[in-house]
């Protein structure tokens, strides 16, 4: 069975331009979470999406956005990028909340 | 607030020794989550606890938990080189949703 999915694998972007990060669930998920892990640092929590609604947000600006689609697929948007936003950023899924998460293989953003 | 603190951050170890890995949450929780990471990659799940007294094996790693102490301790039997990774530690609550929130990470070291 396919686990988690995120595309792309590594990104490259200047300050103040805008990314959009994706993940796609393990099939039968409804739940997807995002998380941020700066270099040497815990993963930190954005958002939860369950059943397209967002169910919880962290401490991060409103530059920061995402959204679920119908077939429980995410998209993470981060705008007006700043060099602090370099990071690996995880994609969580579950069957529902609260439930044990399976992490995809991250996506790694660079700003220059 | 939920946090979570690991000791110790990081963690030098000859082949062969034993040591263990502590992690002390601040209120109650629900699950407790041990995690493997490595350099580059995702988080690769190793344990979930659930109760209070629970104990799981797999291989070198034994993980316990006391929700009393709020303390997990996650041991390393004979260590071996392999298990040179990045351990993180997590908690969640059911009124938080699927947000995890994770320890600092303890950086081990296993030395041939």
Known sequence: DAGVTQSPTHLIKTRGQQVTLRCSPISGHKSVSWYQQVLGQGPQFIFQYYEKEERGRGNFPDRFSARQFPNYSSELNVNALLLGDSALYLCASSIQEPYEQYFGPGTRLTVT | ?112
């Open chain 2, 1 to 112: 607030e939920l946090k979570v603190e690991q000791n110790p951050l990081f963690l030098s170890m000859q082949e062969g020794k034993n040591y263990t890995i502590y992690c002390n949450y601040s209120t109650t929780s629900d699950r407790l989550y041990w995690y493997r990471q490595d350099p580059g990659k995702s988080l690769e799940s190793l344990f979930v606890l659930l109760s209070n007294g629970a104990v799981k094996q797999e291989g070198r790693l034994m993980a316990s938990l006391d929700t009393k102490a709020r303390l997990s301790t996650l041991h390393i039997t004979a260590a071996v080189h392999d298990l040179s990774a990045t351990y993180f530690c997590a908690v969640d609550r059911k009124e938080y949703g699927n947000k995890l929130v994770f320890g600092a990470g303890t950086i081990l070291r296993v030395k041939s």
